[in-house]
């Protein structure tokens, strides 16, 4: 079965750089039915979606109004992963962030990551 | 964007009685409607899809009703381990939004 297991680092420094990876198996990023998700949860914001990228001839990405400017989503095919960066980050950036997969054929969060809790702090 | 309200925020529940869990919204979502269930220090799990389908490995005793903007998942007897908190999350209009969640606690 698909598995998302996550990396990264639990500590960012205000204006810095968050970096979020998550690796997968039973599946492949690049797969023409998968759409790769970001999440977080705050207490202030509840579930949040962050952005998304998918493969279907060619990669697509999307991403959140809200974070628009500062968040890159980058599929890596050689080592079947996606990595979340997220620039300028504040102290309102902290949160649990989580990968999730979509399938076209179901638009629901069907797969997880086990969570990263990030603080942004200096 | 599409705002998702559930209530009541807090739902108390004796093990073994009958939880009801609302949510409504802003307008309609059609039947792209989900449940998840989340324990603390763990990701949200799909319960449900398409209003009432149960995800693969999800008991029977949850169930979910509804179309258009109101929604009702309803656990008949519960059970020890669903005491968490649930969220509802509409995927009929991007983006796809989740309500605030309703805490599911021990009476």
């Known amino acids: 079965q698909v598995q998302l297991q996550q990396s990264g680092p639990g500590l960012v420094k205000p204006s810095q750089t968050l970096s979020l990876t998550c690796a997968i198996s039973?599946?492949?990023?690049?797969?023409?039915?998968?759409?790769w998700n970001w999440l977080r949860q705050s207490p202030a914001r509840g579930l949040e979606w962050l952005g998304r990228?998918?493969?279907?001839?060619?990669?697509?990405?999307d991403y959140a109004v809200s974070v628009k400017s500062r968040v890159t989503i980058i599929p890596d095919t050689s080592k079947n992963q996606l990595s979340l960066q997220l620039t300028s980050v504040t102290p309102n950036d902290t949160a649990v962030y989580f990968c999730?997969?979509?399938?076209?054929?179901?638009?629901?969060?069907?797969?997880w990551g086990q969570g990263t809790t990030v603080t942004v702090s200096s | 964007e599409i705002a998702m309200t559930q209530s009541p925020a807090t739902l108390s529940v004796s093990p073994g009685e009958r939880a009801t869990l609302s949510c409504r919204a802003s307008?309609?979502?059609?039947?792209?409607l989900a449940w998840y269930q989340q324990k603390p220090g763990q990701a949200p799990r799909l319960l449900i899809y398409?209003?009432?389908t149960r995800a693969t490995g999800i008991p029977a005793r949850f169930s979910g009703s509804g179309s258009g903007t109101e929604f009702t998942l309803t656990i008949s007897s519960l059970q020890s381990e669903d005491f968490a908190v649930y969220y509802c999350?509409?995927?009929?209009?991007?983006?796809?939004?989740f309500g605030q969640g309703t805490k599911l606690e021990i009476k």
């Open positions: 999730a997969r979509m399938t076209s054929a179901l638009m629901v969060y069907a797969v």
């Open positions: 999350h509409q995927y009929n209009n991007w983006p796809y939004t």
């Open positions: 039973g599946d492949s990023v690049s797969s023409n039915s998968a759409v």
């Open positions: 307008q309609s979502v059609t039947t792209n």
């Open positions: 990228t998918y493969f279907r001839s060619q990669w697509y990405k």
């Open positions: 398409g209003t009432s």
